[in-house]
């Protein structure tokens, strides 16, 4: 059972970027996902999550209004599409999978990613 994630890059501030996080299985259908990140020196930290259907979504506070989390249930691939992109957003990106879990508790997410560099430049 694996996670993969990518479409991290370098981009401009008030750019945009996609990453995707593909499933290696279809069980992952049925789990909640998300994407936390971390930036140099802080701690890792919740970005957004969605329910195994898609219907219902929650973003961290920092990315509200910018960040979209959606998932495609018949490519088993979950997306974070990131819109006006901030130096502050810079981060390894990770996406996360629970059978059970829904929420912003990284220690409650049993499934990991390998992440993805996102760098966003003044």
């Known amino acids: 059972v694996q996670l993969q994630a990518s479409g991290g890059g370098l981009v401009q501030a008030g750019g945009s970027l996609r990453l995707s996080c593909a499933a290696s299985?279809?069980?992952?259908?049925?789990?909640?996902m998300g994407w936390f990140r971390q930036a140099p020196g802080k701690e890792r930290e919740f970005v957004a999550t969605?329910?195994?259907?898609?219907?219902?979504?929650y973003n961290a506070d920092s990315v509200k209004g910018r960040f979209t989390i959606a998932r495609a249930r018949a490519e088993n691939t979950v997306y974070l599409q990131m819109d006006s992109l901030k130096p502050e957003d810079t981060a390894v990106y990770y996406c996360?999978?629970?059978?059970?879990?829904?929420?912003?508790?990284?220690?409650?997410?049993?499934?990991w990613g390998q992440g993805t560099q996102v760098t966003v430049s003044s």
């Open positions: 996360v999978a629970d059978p059970r879990y829904y929420g912003t508790k990284r220690e409650n997410y049993a499934y």
């Open positions: 299985s279809r069980t992952f259908n049925s789990y909640y």
């Open positions: 969605i329910s195994w259907s898609g219907t219902t979504t």
